[in-house]
């Protein structure tokens, strides 16, 4: 190997034009998903008050958002719904006329043919006690009838037009049962997004605000414990056999060593959710001067695709993919 003075690394370095030309990961608008936030009931647009700039939708702003979300080469949204009625097993989740169903509907409608409309398959934000699942007379989640609940919500999804289901649950065995459910009804086109590695975080907190979360206590029977790295990897391998097209790693940027193992363990694509915490922590002290926001932001999801992920899910797609372009 050659040394200074023969070898001088600052010549990759020297110019705009050299140092694009040779860097080594790219962040393109088509690699970011907007995740979107849609309310049953609202007649306009509701402020997230933890999530400054990120709203409630209602069914209107909701399209106008995925047509902004298009226009910019964003490529994808992933539709949560908030239902104005919740029960024990989550029964909007399923319903045609739920909230989520109805805007699915409506997007694959307006923007379908644009990008890849994305819904989260999970019951936290339609039962009543904001748990991923259905409980048993214990009150613990009850992982067997809760893959019942998710094979009808998955049904709904994709007759409603999602493109893509969101497996966000943690339930074992979630992915191959609905699977074989969307292949039973005719459905084989319809792809899994498994939420492999998904961690019981801190930083899901200003989600709960957006979704009206009903949860009381923790997740930490389902979701993932934050200092296991090689659990991670293991649910990717697992969610890869049962016939997940793409998994995810979700937080991105605390886990972004677990984001590294899991892209070389699997062969299918890799995503990462930078959620909610991360976006307001960056959102909060850009608003106190601390520091330069849009470089911030760019950078936190250049991180996140130079650790592995094939695409990032971000309440910045949409603004992220103007300045890319």
């Known amino acids: 190997m050659s040394r200074f003075p023969e070898a001088r690394l600052r010549r990759l370095r020297q110019s705009a034009p050299v140092r694009n030309l040779v860097r080594e990961t790219s962040l393109e608008p088509r690699q970011l998903v907007l995740p979107m936030f849609v309310r049953e009931g609202l ?26 979300a298009a226009e910019a080469g964003v490529g994808g949204v ?16 399923d319903d045609p006329d739920g909230i989520l169903n109805v805007a699915t509907a409506a997007l694959a409608a307006e923007v379908g043919d644009a990008l890849v409309v994305q819904t989260d398959l999970c019951l936290d934000e339609f039962t009543d006690h904001g748990h991923c699942g259905v409980l048993s007379p214990d009150g613990a989640v009850d992982n067997d009838a809760t893959l019942e609940r998710y094979a009808s919500m998955a049904l709904a999804q994709a007759r409603a037009g999602s493109q893509l289901l969101g497996l966000s649950g943690m339930m074992d065995g979630q992915v191959a049962i609905i699977r074989e459910a969307l ?6 086109d319809t792809l899994i997004l498994a939420y492999s590695a998904k961690y019981a975080s801190a930083f899901y907190g200003p989600f709960r605000e957006a979704v009206d979360s ?16 090689r659990e991670g990897v293991r649910e990717a391998l697992f969610d890869q056999d049962e016939g997940a097209d793409i998994v995810m790693v979700k937080p991105a940027m605390g886990f972004l060593d677990v984001l590294r ?31 330069d926001r849009r470089a911030a932001v760019l950078e936190s999801l250049l991180s996140i695709r130079r650790a592995g992920a094939d695409a990032v899910l971000t309440y910045w797609a949409s603004e992220a993919a103007q300045w890319l372009r």
């Open 261 to 291: 193992e899991v892209r070389d363990a699997v062969d299918v694509p890799v995503w990462a959710y930078q959620v909610s915490g991360e976006y307001a922590m960056v959102e909060a002290a850009a608003a106190n001067g601390w520091i």
């Open 183 to 188: 292949d039973d009804e005719g459905f084989s």
């Open 43 to 68: 007649s306009e647009a509701a402020p997230i008050g933890s999530m400054p700039g990120v709203v409630q939708h209602s069914l209107d702003s909701l399209r106008r958002a995925a047509v902004e």
């Open 214 to 229: 009903q949860l009381t206590g923790d997740r930490r029977t389902y979701q993932m414990d934050p200092g296991n790295r």
């Open 78 to 93: 992933m539709l949560f719904g908030v239902p104005a009625v919740r029960d024990a097993i989550g029964s909007g989740a």
